[in-house]
C-alpha cells in the first residue's frame, strides 16, 4: 500500500520520542546522561532513521540537548534556569488570565453558557487527577496529568502558539525539578495540588484570583527545590 513504508517510520519516530520523554521526565535518564543515535537504535531495534528524527524532535522541545559530535544528553538545569522558567511561564499565564478581564473571545460567553461550562469541567477533572497524584506522592502520574492539563486549559483561549510555549515550559520546569523532587523519600503532600481552585476561579471570570494561585503554585515549587538544592 503506498505510503506504508512512511507511516511506519513516523510511528516509530513518535513512539521512540514518547518513550524517551517519559523516561526523562520519570528520572530514569538523569541529568548529564550521553546516548548517540546507534546506543538508542540498538536498545528498540530499530533503524537510525527515525530514531534520529526523535532525538531531534527532543531537542526542539528542551528534553534533550544536542551533544555537539557526540550525539545527545539530558540537560543539567540548574536553579537559575528553573527561576527563569518559573518567570517566562508567569509572563504567559498572568497574559492568559487579563484575557478575562479585557474581552477575550473564548471568555465573552456567559459563566453558564453550556459550551463553556463543558469545557472546563472536562479541564477541571484532569485537575482532580493531578491532585490525587499529588496526595498519594506519585510523581510519574502527576506530572502527565499536570502537562495534559495546562494544556486542556490553554487550548480555551485559542491560540496554539501560546499553548505550545507554555507546554514546552512547563515539560522543561519538570525536567529540571524532577531531578531534585526524587531525593524526597515520601513526595505525600509536598507537592502543589491548587489545580480545581485554578479552574473554579477562571470559570467565575475571577482573572486576580487565578494569577495569586499560580503565584502561590510557582513560589511553593521554587521555595521546595530551593531546599532541596540545598540540602
Known amino acids: 500500500m503506498p505510503g506504508t513504508g512512511a507511516v511506519t517510520r513516523s510511528t ?4 521512540i520520542a514518547d518513550a524517551l520523554r517519559d523516561e526523562v521526565l520519570a528520572g530514569r535518564l538523569r541529568p548529564g546522561r550521553a546516548f548517540t543515535v546507534k546506543e538508542i537504535a540498538e536498545q528498540y531495534g530499530v533503524s537510525a532513521t527515525p530514531v534520529r528524527e526523535a532525538l531531534v524532535d527532543l531537542s526542539a522541545q528542551g528534553i534533550l540537548e544536542a551533544d555537539q559530535h557526540r550525539g545527545f544528553r539530558v540537560p543539567e538545569y540548574t536553579l537559575t ?4 522558567m518559573i518567570e517566562a511561564r508567569s509572563l504567559v499565564t498572568d497574559g492568559m488570565f487579563q484575557a478575562l478581564s479585557t474581552g477575550h473571545p473564548a471568555f465573552r460567553t456567559p459563566p453558564q453558557d453550556p459550551r463553556t461550562t ?18 498519594a506522592g506519585d510523581l ?3 506530572i502527565g496529568y499536570d502537562l495534559r492539563f495546562w494544556r486542556e486549559l490553554s487550548a480555551l483561549f485559542g491560540n496554539p502558539y501560546l499553548g ?17 523532587l526524587l531525593r524526597l523519600p515520601d513526595l505525600r ?3 502543589w495540588a491548587g489545580h480545581t481552585d485554578l479552574v473554579d476561579a477562571l470559570a467565575r ?3 486576580d484570583t487565578a494569577r495569586s494561585i499560580v ?8 521555595a521546595l527545590l530551593e531546599h532541596l538544592a540545598g540540602s
Request: net charge positive; hydrophobic share 40%.
Open 205 to 207: 471570570r475571577e482573572s
Open 12 to 15: 516509530l519516530r513518535q513512539q
Open 118 to 135: 463543558a469545557a472546563l469541567a472536562t479541564v477541571r477533572r484532569r485537575g482532580e487527577e493531578a491532585q490525587r497524584a499529588a496526595a
Open 164 to 180: 505550545d510555549f507554555l507546554d514546552r515550559l512547563r515539560v522543561q520546569s519538570w525536567v529540571c525539578a524532577v531531578q531534585h
Open 215 to 222: 503565584a502561590a503554585s510557582n513560589a511553593h515549587s521554587l
Open 140 to 142: 510519574t502520574i502527576l
Open 81 to 84: 534556569d528553573y527561576r527563569n
Open 189 to 191: 503532600g509536598r507537592l
